[in-house]
């Protein structure tokens, strides 16, 4: 095991920069919504009590699915009063048809709800995990996605579905579902409609038993690779069926957290899902999702809170739906990142740099996931031969104009913004000792 973490951090460190800015998505934030009560079971949830926190963190698109929606579909009355709450905090929902209906009833659903400009829904999906959960073949899981899709296009030719909600990426599945001459899911149905317009995955990198190191390296390095890999099978779908501009096929990660079990130990200072650590482990994953251009990202999910083992949720237990490190990490993050994403790398592993572009501002994420180690860091310095100190050097894909001097302590993340001539105007911090006091992130005079 030692060994092959070993790798992953060599990967992890060989990694080049990007020669190009990448646009980020505005549809990039997103949540899933869930827990509410009666959708599993005699589970209890909050859902519609806490549509003013998730407008806050800046959520711009609600999924409406998972495996418990997938079996158990709520009713016309239920759904429609969730596309209202969504659209009443700017978002946009993206609604999952269960793979247990028949084409014609998702036909329905869609139908239902386009009648009406205020209910109206762009963006749909097609069953949940089929691959892993159901244990369905890629020849079924291909003919329900091209019987249900073309169904719903011929109600709507212009909505957007994204398919196929796989547990992960399996080259096995995805490969002949985006290529396959027979099972591809990536060209025109007898309509001249496309099947599908986005390729999605769903990843928890870790089981129960992970490490401090597994959420700074492994898993990051782990959802890398399989990004990578979903792209290489959507340039070669794009590419064989012709696919460009507007037509061609986009990717998203619409389920996604650090384990699907949680240690026993929840604790902000631990390394679960509540902790302080995964909302960082959260700003890898949303970066390195505007780094490959992603439509959106939906993690799971908004409040789950009534067992240990699934306590998933960015903010808390009732009656408080105290915000968690993810909450904060996600809001810093949607309301700050804007216009093109900036490649950036540190010397130190431990110590991450990211960065966005607008034509008015530039903002620069610094990211110490060091438990003892303080960085010095000199932003002015970015691109030269010299160091921001003896351990420590900074480069970017593109020039930034950013004057700034300062540290970055340990279990902590910064967030600089300035303007058009490299001056401050915003300093954010997020950092344990305040998530352990239940704080947001502190603006720095």
Known sequence: MQTVKKSVLILFLAICLVSNAQEISPNLFGQNLWLASKAEGSRIGYIDELWPKVKQSGAKIIRIGGNGYNKRMPNYETLTKWVKA????????LMQVSQHKSPE????LVAFFNKDDKT??????????????????????SAFIKSHASAMKAVDPSIKIHVPDLAAYYNEAYEPLLLDNKLSIS??????????????????????????????FYSVTKMRGMILNLKKDIEAANKKYERTGD????WGLTEFNITYHNPDDLSVEGIAVPSFINGQFWVD?????????????????IQESDRPRTYFGYVGAPPNFTPHSTYYHMQMLANHMKGRYIKMKSSNPYLKVFASKTEKETTVVIMNQHETNTFQIDLNKINTTESNDENLHISSAKAIRGDYKGESKPNSTTLIKFNS?????????????????????????
């Not at 060209?187 to 990198?205: A, L, S, T």
Request: include cysteine.
């Open 120 to 141: 109206r829904i762009t963006h749909w999906s097609i069953g949940n995990e089929p691959y892993h959960m159901a244990k369905m073949s890629v020849d079924s899981i």
């Open 187 to 216: 060209g025109r149905d007898e309509n001249g409609n496309w099947y599908v317009d986005g390729i999605n995955f769903h990843n928890y990198p870790n089981a129960k038993d992970y490490t401090r190191y597994d959420v700074i």
């Open 86 to 93: 969504i659209k009443n905090i700017d978002a946009e929902p």
């Open 285 to 301: 994953v949303f970066c390195m999702a505007m780094e490959y251009e992603a439509f959106t990202v939906t993690p799971w999910c």
């Open 247 to 250: 037509d061609a096929l986009i």
């Open 105 to 108: 009833e998702s036909a329905k």
């Open 421 to 445: 001539k490299g001056e401050k105007i915003l300093e954010l911090l997020y950092n344990l000792d305040m998530a352990k006091q239940d704080m947001p992130p502190q603006q720095i005079k």
